[in-house]
């Protein structure tokens, strides 16, 4: 008998898993070096040219900005030469002291490097996004694994067909200088430079949106942003406007309920997952259409961090999700996704199982309509420079190509109008699409001209069609030339109303079905949700209308929620539907890759660092990144084999680390008193003989339901933290080596939920 044929789809994702690890950098062990090359102690007086980026990084694709390849290495159109120069070219001998009469002035008008230099810095910035100012994002690559060739022609979907993206991600409310750990949902959009133009698939962590009809997208974020008058709450829905809109719109329910359970705060971008939102219609090569929802699923699971540990981080560390993106590119354990889709038969009505596929507040649930994977998603590059790239990349749903079109979704049609209008505004004019990052990878003959930026050349006398000045061309293309065209779909003649289908009237099912998916622990988790952010509200008349809506999910979660208010729990004035629980929606009881995993270890200056050494070789080793912890920086046994310290008891944080393991049970460090760190207790520290720091570490770890490990004298600081030794998630060993086993074992499950005692 012959052996079994392997999954094809199996097969491509292990062939590009192959070749990532082919390119996959040398790098730094631990990432966050800020140069790709040591600096000196002293200031550098030798001329030299600019230094290469780190290995990490690239820019965009050296394309025209009509569409070209140019094949110019990148470090030919970043900053060259050895001496610092003006604008137009001319090397100034001095850029420390203006131009004066005299050394004590009046500075002179004449100053032209002065005025150059001031006046391009009083210019620098450019409006942020008015959503998803905030962002992280990266370079990689996507490969189509042939399997959605039964219902699509694009051509980026063929198997072995490599395309070249650029991905950024993003929280919806807050300004540029907000923190990433926020409760919010996610911006995952993904520019593909395909070989037929670009497509943008502009997607959230969240597989539903607040409203049905995009005329209202201005009422909810308006809603969700800083109160108008303090500008406070900044990037947070606990304050009074935002339950007010989406407890008197309650078509905003079912997101609402994803955004107060655990997907309002994912642990990692690199642990969240994707989706399209609305429904799109796919053409195959023979015109057939199939209606599909895209889903990105990423390779590390869906995982989430809990609330205080965000807040902490919110403080701590505001950058934590582009620090932990950009570290573990770095670092080589580069962040994948696979894409799906959920495909449905192209009817009339547009229905699948009684769900309005045009509805953006619904969900079909995978086990009426399987994920099927298409291709996949590696990020291999980190950006060369944040605001070239991350912050003037632009986005917009009607970037498709052959074999992609789109639904009457209202919310997409707005989409298709607002996403093109806000990019003219933030980038300065029509011409965003020449920026490096926004260039299409195929040439462009597209008669636009002029405008503001305009950065091409263009050539001939007729800018129009048809023509003969210009030998007629541009020409039209068909068919089989490649042309987008439209799905030619039937429309229907009707009369003109601004309402909405009768499908689109139930708000209460599919949040229901979200409740009853969850384990009780994310239950206990959407209670606490709800009952902190209502707490916020000043109004006692949003926090009872908000009670009347949780009794429409179901009766447990408003009687929890409005304990915890203290308010009576009304009767729901709907009927309750009993729908069959997806288990798909549960972020629970799986176990995952280990890739980009921090580990802390805690050591002593002075004792044995035999165990330390081998422990941290075998993070290494399983692809993780192990971060020393001991009283100060620098090098630990520095005359023998060195081990150099990454974070000291005042700067580290339990947030920053998925594990703790303990070497030692270290003493009070020199640093370990109130006036130098407010960390420090003293009075802990003296009954316990251990740093009251790192005890708050292990606490925080042990409440946020973190694997914590110990070896040797690492057992006694756990023992004086209150740890019990036989606690769930809590391993201890002789040896270093068996307790990072332990260890191990228990991070592939993400967190000790053992340790969360839902409500009997």
Request: hydrophobic residues 40%.
């Amino acid at each position: 008998m012959s052996a079994k044929k392997k999954n094809p789809v199996a097969a491509a994702a292990d062939k590009v898993a192959e070749k990532v690890q082919d390119i996959a950098h040398p790098g730094n062990e631990i990432p966050g070096a800020p140069s790709p090359v040591p600096p000196p102690v002293d200031e550098p007086t030798e001329p030299a040219g600019p230094l290469p980026p780190k290995p990490d990084q690239r820019g965009p694709d050296t394309y025209s900005p009509t569409g070209q390849k140019t094949g110019v290495p990148q470090a030919e159109v970043a900053q060259g030469g050895e001496f610092l120069t003006t604008a137009q070219g001319a090397r100034p001998y001095d850029t420390d002291h203006s131009l004066k009469a005299g050394p004590r002035g009046p500075v002179l008008l004449q100053d032209h490097h002065l005025r150059e230099k001031i006046t391009h810095f009083d210019h620098e910035r450019i409006p942020e996004r008015v959503v998803h100012a905030r962002g992280a994002a990266a370079h990689g690559t996507f490969q189509g694994y042939g399997t959605a060739g039964k219902i699509s022609k694009a051509a980026f979907l063929g198997k072995d067909v490599e395309t070249p993206v650029f991905v950024r991600f993003s929280t919806v409310l807050g300004s540029r200088g907000s923190a990433d750990t926020v409760r919010d949902t996610r911006g995952f959009a993904t520019k593909f430079y395909t070989s037929e133009g670009v497509f943008d698939l502009v997607g959230n962590n969240i597989p539903v949106f607040f409203i049905q009809d995009a005329i209202k997208f201005p009422d909810v974020i308006h809603a969700g942003k800083p109160h108008p008058d303090r500008e406070i709450p900044q990037a947070q829905s606990a304050h009074d406007t935002f339950w007010d809109f989406v407890t008197l719109h309650t078509e905003a329910t079912h997101h609402t309920l994803w955004n107060m359970s655990d997907r309002g705060i994912p642990r990692s971008y690199r642990m969240m997952e994707g989706f399209g939102v609305h429904t799109f219609r796919l053409q195959n090569a023979k015109g057939a259409t199939t209606l599909v929802k895209f889903h990105w699923k990423p390779k590390l699971g869906v995982h989430s961090l809990v609330w205080e540990e965000a807040q902490i981080a919110a403080g701590v560390d505001p950058d934590f999700h582009r620090r932990d993106l950009a570290d573990a590119i770095e670092a080589g354990a580069f962040p994948q996704w696979e894409l799906g889709v959920q495909t449905f038969p192209d009817t009339e009505d547009q229905m699948f199982e009684g769900i309005d596929l045009l509805d953006p507040t619904k969900i079909v649930p995978e086990e009426l309509a399987p994920v099927q994977p298409v291709g996949l998603l590696t990020l291999n590059a980190n950006p060369s420079n944040y605001f070239a790239e991350t912050e003037q990349v632009a986005f917009h749903v009607g970037h498709l190509v052959p074999g992609i079109d789109v639904t009457n979704d209202p919310l997409l049609q707005g989409r298709l109008f607002s996403y093109l209008d806000t990019q003219i505004s933030r980038l300065g004019g029509p011409n965003f699409g020449q920026l490096p990052i926004n260039r299409t990878h195929t040439p462009v003959n597209d008669m636009l001209r002029d405008g503001m930026h305009q950065t091409a050349v263009h050539q001939g006398v007729a800018p129009y069609r048809p023509n003969s000045l210009d030998g007629g061309c541009p020409f039209l293309a068909g068919a089989d030339n490649g042309a987008y065209i439209e799905v030619p779909e039937e429309v229907h003649a009707s009369r003109k109303v601004r309402e909405a289908a009768a499908s689109f009237d139930d708000h209460f099912t599919q949040p229901r079905l979200f409740w009853l998916s969850m384990t009780p622990t994310e239950r206990e988790h959407i209670v606490a949700s709800y009952t902190f952010e209502l707490s916020k509200c000043w109004e006692t008349a949003i926090k009872e209308r908000a009670l009347k809506v949780l009794a429409n999910i179901d009766a447990e979660l408003c009687a929890q929620v409005a304990a915890g208010l203290g308010l009576p729990a009304p009767a729901p004035t709907v009927p309750l539907t009993d729908p069959q629980p997806s288990p798909a929606l549960s972020q629970l009881g799986g176990t995952w890759p280990l890739d980009g995993r921090i580990i802390g270890i805690i050591t002593e200056a002075d004792q044995d660092l035999t165990g330390v050494r081998s422990v941290r070789q075998a993070v290494l080793d399983a692809g993780m990144v192990p971060l020393v912890i001991a009283p100060t920086g620098g090098v630990l046994d520095a005359e023998g084999e060195p081990v150099t310290v990454q974070r000291t008891f005042a700067n580290a944080r339990s947030t920053e680390f998925d594990a703790l393991l303990l070497a030692g049970a270290p003493a009070v460090g020199a640093d370990g008193y109130g006036a130098r760190d407010a960390k420090v207790d003293d009075d802990v520290a003296m009954v316990a003989g251990v740093d009251s720091r790192v005890l708050l570490m292990v606490v925080e770890a042990y409440r946020h339901g973190k694997a914590v490990g110990a070896w040797g004298d690492g057992v006694e600081a756990l023992a004086a933290a209150g740890v019990a030794l036989d606690a769930p998630g809590v391993v201890s060993a002789e040896t270093a080596d068996a307790a990072l086993e332990q260890l191990t074992e228990l991070l592939g499950r993400h967190r000790a939920w053992d340790r969360f005692t839902p409500a009997v």
